[in-house]
């Protein structure tokens, strides 16, 4: 041990450098885990919390489930209620907005807090809460008064802004660089042109009723419309998520191949500087496990020391991820440390740095003791 | 119980490269008895190493057998030997060879861990002991770089006595030493040799450490041999001489300056060397040319 820790203290440098190497591959690995598993917990909330029941419904286009549907759905057995939803994309002014038309009784399902103002109170009404983000960037408040066009056409209408609050529905928002417009249910009807329709429903089940059942159900009732379980939702968000995830850890498996590339080196070159001295060990009744063992503990030591401070930079770098990520107003992930993924990264980055020395550990152990003399 | 220290018998050692077979040493036999100071004395490439490495256990002989302390380590297997060479056999080398991350003591500790048969503490208290006898109390935390190179050759010396070994070889413990640090250490050798009663076996090529030993090998042409050898450099000028008749080389010779006279004066026609640079080469080849003829008419 005191041959490792020397030889290390030794070469400050290089040792530095393998270490910052493997916390670098450790850093990205834990800290994309974590804004991970933060954004899963935010996705599932948020779909969660929006859909207020176990099976979505969608129409074959943007805005064509009828709300009379909805009244025969509501109708099934095994149906406990039905909300109505509008959501699609409009524009303020110049700028691209999700418009989401909710009863005033299903607002507490998309709003999480009132920053100023208040919610609607009526179906209907030239009223409109504007979320967070999007005040920020309009510069609105309160009693402001905003032009609000719909994706085709060229109608406008005029609403009132009665609050500012944080919409919790942000997951829709991947790919948008807008904000959220919350306008009363029959005025978002108006402003499409579509009364009478709205582009989804969340279906809520009877306790003990199996949703699969209703899922089918409303399939017969209403042919061509799209339904889903809620968890299903979940699964395609959680799919989109999977696939960016597989793209990012690629880059950590890059990271991970630096830091073995670059233990594999320092291990060699360390193997190399030491080679009469192995022959000496070896001269002086070392056994090959013996020799094999002091490189190991210096790759191990390299691997221990790497992975905790890589696990300290991940979760520094995963609180700097979170706040760019909530930054953009669509998520907002917690820190959420998982011991079993810290445990992953230290265990994958001290078996990685022992799995790297085998190479230099085995040229070591092939050093013949002969050889202190061939030296001389 | 056995009353030698080494045995070689008929030990030869070939290596072989592509297109031949090197003998380097050939049918070797030597017996060093215990408490002994044998000297194997030999010029370079004599094999003197070679013999060393053998007896060590650090090579395998070709042929024939080699017992250390009453065991025979011809034919034992890596992890055997390994063991044997912690326990049985201890090594100074040229170089001192300490390694360079441990302290002095901690260098003397390194082979007693080795064996495997001493604990930490043992081992601390074994190498505080050696220390002390080589002289070298107080320097126990001292790295090899903070040593002298007669303080270090002391190290070797206490780190090869720690594990008792039956035999102690050492390969030109002073070659790297001055004169006074050699003088030192051959004292320390002479009177652990005979105040411990320790076997230790030296090659060198220095005649001086010849006057320590209790017996006198000499090693020439891979053979060993008790009496020093009565060959000299002059009968070797002598075998060669023989070998060629008489002036033959010196036609030879004379042959070659006339053609490179030729090609000096084939350059000086055409310009590549300079006229007063040609000119003092010329006179020099011409004398040179004389005097070969002046010999061969003789």
Redesign the interface.
């Known amino acids: 041990m005191?041959?490792v820790e020397?030889?290390i203290l030794?070469k400050k440098l290089i040792a530095v450098l393998t270490i910052l190497a493997i916390a670098s591959g450790v850093a990205t690995f834990v800290s994309l885990r974590i804004l991970s598993i933060g954004s899963r917990t935010a996705a599932m909330n948020i779909v969660q919390q929006v859909l207020p029941g176990e099976v979505v419904v969608y129409g074959q286009g943007l805005y064509d489930v009828s709300e009379d549907v909805l009244a025969d759905i509501k109708r099934l057995p095994g149906v406990k209620d039905v909300t109505p939803a509008i959501l699609v994309t409009g524009y303020v002014g110049r700028n691209a907005v999700f418009l989401l038309g909710v009863r005033p009784e299903d607002i507490g399902n998309v709003v999480s807090k009132f920053e100023s103002g208040q919610a609607f109170t009526s179906l209907s009404g030239p009223y409109a809460i504007a979320d967070i983000g999007l005040a920020k960037k309009l510069g609105l408040k309160v009693g402001d008064k905003v032009t609000v066009k719909p994706p085709y056409g060229t109608s406008f209408r005029q609403y009132e802004i009665i609050g500012i609050a944080e919409v919790t529905m942000k997951i829709e928002e991947i790919g948008a660089a807008g904000g959220y417009l919350i306008l009363p249910l029959r005025e978002a009807q108006n402003l499409l042109g579509r009364p009478g329709y709205v582009s989804m429903a969340v279906v809520k089940v009877e306790d003990g009723v199996d949703p699969n059942e209703v899922k089918s159900l409303i399939s017969v009732v209403f042919p061509g419309s799209r339904v889903m379980l809620r968890e299903e939702v979940i699964g395609i968000v959680f799919k989109v998520m999977s696939l960016i995830e597989g793209l990012l850890l690629s880059t950590t498996m890059v990271g991970l191949a630096v830091a073995v590339f670059g233990t594999t080196s320092t291990i060699t070159s360390t193997v190399r500087e030491h080679q009469?001295?192995i022959a000496?060990?070896?001269?002086?009744?070392?056994?090959?496990r013996?020799i094999a063992l002091i490189f190991m503990l210096e790759a191990l030591v390299y691997g221990v020391a790497g992975g905790l401070l890589g696990i300290v930079f991940g979760i520094m770098g995963a609180q700097v991820g979170i706040e760019i990520v909530a930054s953009y107003g669509f998520l907002n992930p917690p820190l959420i440390l998982e011991p079993q993924s810290l445990l992953l990264s230290f265990a994958l980055a001290s078996i990685l740095s022992v799995l790297s020395s085998i190479y230099p550990v085995w040229r070591a152990t092939s050093i013949?003791?002969?050889e202190?003399?061939k030296?001389? | 119980m056995s009353e030698d220290a080494l045995v070689l018998r008929d030990v030869w050692k070939i290596y072989k490269t592509a297109t031949e077979e090197i003998p380097v040493l050939k049918g070797i036999n030597l017996t060093v008895r215990q408490g002994e100071l044998a000297i194997i004395m030999g010029p370079s490439g004599s094999g003197k190493s070679t013999l060393l490495s053998i007896a060590g256990g650090l090579e395998n002989p070709s042929r024939g057998n080699v017992i250390v302390g009453g065991v025979d380590i011809t034919n034992l297997s890596e992890d055997e030997l390994t063991k044997i060479r912690a326990r049985k056999i201890g090594f100074v080398f040229q170089s001192f060879n300490l390694i360079r991350n441990l302290t002095a003591l901690e260098n003397v500790m390194m082979p007693l861990i080795f064996t495997g048969i001493y604990s930490w503490k043992q081992a601390r208290e074994i190498a505080q002991k050696m220390l002390e006898i080589v002289g070298l109390k107080g320097h126990e935390e001292k790295f090899p770089r903070q040593l002298s190179g007669g303080q270090q050759q002391r190290v070797a010396i206490a780190r090869a006595l720690a594990p008792s070994p039956d035999i102690i070889l050492m390969d030109e413990p002073t070659g790297s030493l001055d004169v006074d640090s050699a003088s030192r250490v051959l004292s320390l050798v002479k009177w652990l040799n005979e105040a411990f009663g320790q076997t230790i076996v030296i090659v060198t090529h220095n005649p001086e450490i010849a006057e320590l030993a209790s017996r006198t090998f000499y090693i020439r042409g891979g053979q060993i041999f008790e009496q020093p050898p009565t060959a000299t450099l002059a009968d070797k000028v002598k075998e060669v001489k023989a070998s060629t008749r008489k002036g033959e080389l010196e036609k030879l010779q004379l042959e070659l300056l006339k053609i490179k006279l030729d090609a000096l004066e084939s350059a000086a026609r055409e310009g590549k060397i300079r006229p007063e640079i040609l000119d003092a080469e010329l006179k020099s080849l011409e004398a040179r040319i004389a005097r070969l003829e002046k010999f061969i008419e003789k």
């Open positions: 005191k041959f020397r030889d030794f009469r001295e000496i060990m070896r001269a002086g009744g070392s056994s090959r013996d013949r003791p002969v202190v003399l030296s001389e």
